[in-house]
C-alpha cells in the first residue's frame, strides 16, 4: 500500500513525500525506531518515489 508510519503524528495525518518522484501517503503505523529517522515509508510509497535502491535517504514532506 501507500502509508508511513511515524513517532507521534496522528493515525489518519495526510503527507506529500518527494525524492525523485512524489506520493501522497497516509500515516497508518507508529515508528521508525532506528536513530533520528523520522518517517518510515511502505514499500510501495517508497518504490513509487525511486527510494527503494538507497533505503534510506532525505526527502521533501508536504502536510496536506
Not at 508510519?5 to 515508528?31: E, Q
Request: hydrophobic share 40%; aromatic share 8%.
Amino acid at each position: 500500500g501507500i502509508s508511513a508510519a511515524h513517532k507521534t503524528l496522528p493515525f489518519g495525518t495526510r503527507l506529500r513525500v518527494c525524492y525523485k518522484g512524489c506520493v501522497d501517503v497516509s500515516i497508518n503505523d507508529r515508528g521508525p525506531y532506528i536513530g533520528a529517522r523520522e518517517l518510515d515509508l511502505s514499500y510501495g510509497a517508497a518504490k513509487a518515489i525511486g527510494l527503494l535502491n538507497p533505503g534510506v535517504a532525505n526527502v521533501t514532506v508536504t502536510y496536506l
